[in-house]
C-alpha cells in the first residue's frame, strides 16, 4: 500500500518561500512509470496543479506558477520536495501531493496525502 504524507509549516509569512515535503511510503519513487503531484487548493475555490516529479526523474511545472515553483527529490528518503517562492496571501490553501500515471490529469491519481494546510502572513 503506497501511503504519501506532506508535511511543512503551517505559517509563511509573505515574500517568504514557502518549502513542503511530501514522503513516500511503501514504494520507491524512482520505481515504475509514476508521476509524484503537488496540488493545492485554495479556500472556496477547485484544485490547483503546480507541478510534478516523473519516476525518471523529469519534473514539470504548471506555466502559471513555473517562475516561482521547483521541485526536487530525496532518492535516499524517498521524498520530494516543492518550493513556492515569493508567496503572497493567494497561496493559502490546502497542498497535496499525490502520485499518478500521469501528471495534469486528476484522473490518473491513484494515492493521495492527506493535505496540509499553509496559511500566509501579510
Known amino acids: 500500500q503506497v501511503q504519501l504524507q506532506e508535511s511543512g509549516p503551517g505559517l509563511v509569512k509573505s515574500s517568504q518561500t514557502l518549502s513542503l515535503t511530501c514522503t513516500v511510503s511503501?514504494?520507491?519513487?524512482?520505481?515504475?512509470?509514476?508521476?509524484y503531484n503537488w496540488i493545492r487548493q485554495p479556500p472556496g475555490k477547485g484544485l490547483e496543479w503546480m507541478g510534478a516529479s516523473a519516476s525518471s526523474g523529469s519534473t514539470y511545472y504548471n506555466p502559471s506558477l513555473k517562475s516561482r515553483t521547483s521541485i526536487s527529490r530525496d532518492t535516499s528518503k524517498n521524498q520530494f520536495t516543492l518550493q513556492l517562492s515569493s508567496v503572497t496571501p493567494e497561496d493559502a490553501a490546502v497542498y497535496y501531493c499525490?502520485?499518478?500515471?500521469?501528471?495534469?490529469?486528476?484522473?490518473?491519481?491513484?494515492?493521495w496525502g492527506q493535505g496540509t494546510q499553509v496559511a500566509v502572513s501579510s
Open positions: 499525490a502520485r499518478g500515471t500521469g501528471y495534469n490529469d486528476y484522473t490518473k491519481y491513484d494515492y
Open positions: 511503501g514504494g520507491s519513487i524512482t520505481s515504475g512509470y509514476y508521476f
